[in-house]
């Protein structure tokens, strides 16, 4: 469709005003709320596309459209927003994020930005304050070789923020961390307990005692081992995570991981059984605890789901939508599986152009999970509604991802499974192909750019960087791509901040990491509505400003479009509506 243009406030006004006098429409026609007067962006199609009205009724959009033709939908009780030059976009799409894990770690101490490891200790020592005494005392998002010390703190040094009670430090990519005695001891870990694949506990030059660090599937053992949040912990956990999603211009969140915490069904569920929600949350259970999660969500459809004498067992909710597959908000989408690690422990078929601290030899990092585990995945869920995410940074854990898909389709056939890659950061040209073929949607980490891309120059060297998270390749080949934040990995779930990111690439340092791999606006804009939507397969009902979908709706005080790419991040959201209901006004 060509391009709309926005008419005269004066005409327009006396445009919707003329209903007055015409027939009245029908109730079924009525909007609730008209929105006009400012940049309404459809995100339809591969070219921007604007209307100058929208209207909204019964938490759906009535209509997308002309002014001219917005007037047979206002009626005595319509009331119309003048967007007073702001945008309208379809509302934000998380398309890999940790909102459960993030709400939790709202109520740790804050970690980023730490300078030496005695800023570290003294930050954790605050958090002791404010930490019940039966608690542990856990912390997020420091970075190793950003601090004056460039490794993480050891044993002892954690001990002196108590020997008594356990200590975990988390780093912000979620990948590595480290811990106090006590945190050891209370999770049975000691220097003789063997390493689990995929993972490590570092042990002192002696071998005969921990160092302190440990690295993936090794901390999740150790994570796991905290004590759940419950009551009104749960419930603070789930709902400030929720305010921030919706701060940013979600409508819809992801926790991309279920089961990191041995807790995070029980706040789910929690979170159902008393609405807390207001965005939707969609879930990926992680690999390890996908028979607890699959079971809960049994038990959670068969207490809202009619049952066959008509009545439920308890309230469900009602959509706009109709989709079942939620309730009050909550829906199980997937699966998700770590196939490698960070930029520090990616899974390479080639070495490290210069290794991590700490490593020797020709360091390729770690495979995380079996292929007989992958592929008896993929076996089972191929043929379902599930869609399986999997983890990877590294060219070796996307030949293994590849791999398993191979079987499942020759098993089971081709299917629209649109299995996510998460990620994807580095991936040959031979592999683009396949995935082409096989369906898979790459969400790309976006944020990561600014964040990790020296150290992806550095560890993995300019060749690979330079076609890291391949954006522009995908759009080339007219492939469906999505963009993601990752919180807590990133400090805050900025859709914005990766919009910029994935048009600038600009790292910390100002350099341009993969110039050749930047997108347009517009593109970055469709990798966090459309072809977010598409890649979680609700594309009929999210993504794009059209009639019969939902009103799940983000006003911006800019239009990205039209402000200068490196201030993309800075435009600020307005306000958040949800099935035509404000979740979040500035």
Same mark, same amino acid.
């Given at each position: =469709?060509?391009?709309? &243009?926005?008419?005269?406030?004066?005409?327009?006004?006396?445009?919707?005003?003329?209903?007055?006098?015409?027939?009245?429409?029908?109730?079924?026609?009525?909007?609730?709320?008209?929105? &006009?007067?400012?940049?309404?962006?459809?995100?339809?199609?591969?070219?921007?596309? @604007?209307?100058?009205?929208?209207?909204? #009724?019964?938490?759906?959009?009535?209509?997308?459209?002309?002014?001219?033709?917005?007037?047979?939908?206002? +009626?005595? &009780?319509?009331?119309?927003?003048?967007?007073?030059?702001?945008?309208?976009?379809?509302?934000?799409?998380?398309?890999?994020?940790?909102?459960?894990?993030? +709400?939790?770690?709202?109520?740790?101490?804050?970690?980023?930005?730490?300078?030496?490891?005695? /800023?570290?200790?003294?930050?954790?020592?605050?958090?002791?304050?404010?930490?019940?005494?039966?608690?542990? !005392?856990?912390?997020?998002?420091?970075?190793?070789?950003?601090?004056?010390?460039?490794?993480?703190?050891?044993?002892?040094?954690?001990?002196?923020?108590?020997?008594?009670?356990?200590?975990?430090?988390?780093?912000?990519?979620?990948? !590595?961390?480290?811990?106090?005695?006590?945190?050891?001891?209370?999770? +049975?870990?000691?220097?003789?307990?063997?390493?689990?694949?995929?993972?490590?506990?570092?042990?002192?030059?002696?071998?005969?005692? !921990?160092?302190?660090?440990?690295?993936?599937?090794?901390?999740?053992?150790? #994570?796991?081992? #905290?004590?759940?949040? &419950?009551?009104?912990?749960?419930?603070?956990?789930?709902?400030?995570?929720?305010?921030?999603?919706?701060?940013?211009?979600?409508?819809?969140?992801?926790?991309? +991981?279920?089961?990191?915490?041995?807790?995070?069904?029980?706040?789910?569920?929690?979170?159902?059984?008393?609405?807390?929600?207001?965005?939707?949350?969609?879930?990926?259970?992680?690999?390890? *605890?996908?028979?607890?999660?699959?079971?809960?969500? @049994?038990?959670?459809?068969?207490?809202?789901?009619?049952?066959?004498?008509?009545?439920?067992?308890?309230?469900?909710?009602?959509?706009?939508?109709?989709?079942?597959?939620?309730? *009050?908000?909550? #829906?199980?989408?997937?699966?998700?599986?770590?196939?490698?690690?960070?930029?520090?422990?990616?899974?390479?078929?080639?070495?490290?152009?210069?290794?991590?601290?700490?490593?020797?030899?020709?360091?390729?990092?770690?495979?995380?999970?079996?292929?007989?585990?992958?592929?008896?995945?993929? /076996?089972?869920?191929?043929?379902? *509604?599930?869609?399986?995410? =999997?983890?990877? *940074?590294?060219?070796?854990?996307?030949?293994?991802?590849?791999?398993?898909?191979?079987?499942?389709?020759?098993?089971?056939?081709?299917?629209?499974?649109?299995?996510?890659?998460?990620?994807?950061?580095?991936?040959?040209?031979?592999?683009?192909?396949? =995935?082409?073929?096989?369906?898979?949607?790459?969400?790309?980490?976006?944020?990561?750019?600014?964040?990790?891309?020296?150290?992806?120059?550095?560890?993995?060297?300019?060749?690979?960087?330079?076609?890291?998270?391949?954006?522009?390749?995908?759009?080339?080949?007219?492939?469906?791509?999505?963009?993601?934040?990752?919180?807590?990995?990133?400090?805050?779930?900025?859709?914005?901040?990766?919009?910029?990111?994935?048009?600038?690439?600009?790292?910390?340092?100002?350099?341009?990491?993969?110039? /050749?791999?930047?997108?347009?606006?517009?593109?970055?804009?469709?990798?966090?509505?459309?072809?977010?939507?598409?890649?979680?397969?609700?594309?009929?009902?999210?993504?794009?400003?059209?009639?019969?979908?939902?009103?799940?709706?983000?006003?911006?005080?800019?239009?990205?479009?039209?402000?200068?790419?490196?201030?993309?991040?800075?435009?600020?959201?307005?306000?958040?509506?949800?099935?035509?209901?404000?979740?979040?006004?500035?």
């Amino acid at each position: =469709m060509p391009h709309m &243009t926005r008419p005269h406030p004066v005409r327009l006004t006396a445009l919707l005003l003329a209903v007055l006098v015409l027939p009245a429409p029908s109730s079924a026609q009525v909007a609730t709320t008209i929105y &006009t007067g400012g940049d309404i962006l459809t995100m339809r199609g591969e070219a921007a596309e @604007y209307a100058e009205c929208l209207a909204v #009724r019964d938490g759906k959009i009535l209509f997308v459209g002309p002014a001219a033709d917005a007037q047979k939908h206002v +009626g005595a &009780t319509t009331q119309t927003v003048a967007l007073a030059g702001k945008t309208l976009l379809p509302g934000f799409i998380d398309t890999h994020g940790h909102m459960v894990y993030f +709400g939790k770690n709202l109520l740790d101490a804050n970690l980023f930005g730490v300078k030496d490891i005695p /800023d570290l200790i003294e930050r954790m020592k605050k958090q002791a304050e404010r930490t019940p005494a039966d608690g542990w !005392l856990v912390g997020f998002g420091y970075q190793s070789r950003a601090m004056k010390e460039g490794r993480p703190p050891t044993v002892e040094e954690l001990d002196a923020i108590s020997t008594i009670r356990p200590v975990l430090i988390v780093d912000s990519s979620g990948h !590595l961390g480290a811990g106090n005695s006590a945190v050891f001891k209370e999770a +049975g870990i000691s220097a003789s307990t063997p390493d689990p694949e995929g993972g490590s506990f570092t042990r002192k030059a002696n071998g005969t005692s !921990l160092l302190g660090p440990m690295e993936e599937t090794a901390l999740n053992a150790v #994570r796991a081992k #905290r004590p759940p949040f &419950t009551g009104q912990l749960a419930d603070d956990a789930i709902t400030g995570a929720a305010k921030v999603w919706a701060s940013y211009g979600h409508t819809t969140a992801q926790e991309a +991981g279920l089961g990191l915490g041995n807790d995070d069904i029980g706040i789910v569920v929690n979170a159902i059984d008393k609405q807390l929600l207001p965005i939707d949350l969609y879930i990926a259970a992680k690999d390890s *605890n996908v028979d607890d999660t699959v079971a809960a969500a @049994y038990t959670v459809a068969s207490q809202y789901n009619p049952s066959p004498d008509g009545t439920r067992s308890k309230l469900l909710a009602d959509r706009p939508d109709l989709d079942k597959r939620y309730v *009050n908000r909550v #829906r199980l989408g997937g699966i998700k599986f770590w196939l490698d690690g960070s930029i520090d422990t990616a899974w390479f078929t080639q070495p490290y152009s210069t290794n991590p601290s700490g490593k020797t030899g020709a360091y390729r990092g770690y495979r995380q999970v079996p292929d007989e585990v992958l592929d008896a995945a993929f /076996d089972t869920y191929w043929p379902t *509604n599930l869609q399986i995410h =999997m983890h990877m *940074n590294g060219d070796a854990a996307a030949d293994q991802a590849l791999a398993a898909i191979a079987k499942a389709a020759k098993k089971h056939g081709m299917r629209d499974h649109r299995p996510v890659f998460i990620h994807a950061s580095y991936l040959r040209p031979e592999q683009i192909e396949k =995935m082409k073929a096989y369906g898979a949607v790459p969400s790309f980490l976006t944020a990561s750019v600014v964040s990790g891309g020296d150290g992806v120059l550095k560890l993995w060297g300019k060749d690979r960087a330079a076609v890291a998270l391949p954006a522009r390749t995908f759009l080339r080949m007219g492939l469906p791509f999505t963009f993601s934040h990752d919180a807590p990995v990133s400090p805050v779930p900025s859709i914005l901040a990766l919009v910029d990111a994935g048009v600038n690439r600009t790292a910390g340092s100002g350099a341009v990491v993969g110039p /050749d791999e930047r997108v347009p606006p517009y593109a970055a804009l469709r990798a966090v509505t459309a072809l977010a939507a598409y890649q979680i397969k609700e594309e009929q009902t999210k993504g794009t400003l059209e009639a019969g979908k939902l009103a799940d709706l983000v006003i911006l005080e800019k239009n990205p479009l039209k402000v200068d790419s490196a201030t993309i991040k800075d435009i600020q959201v307005v306000q958040t509506i949800k099935e035509g209901k404000t979740v979040y006004r500035r």
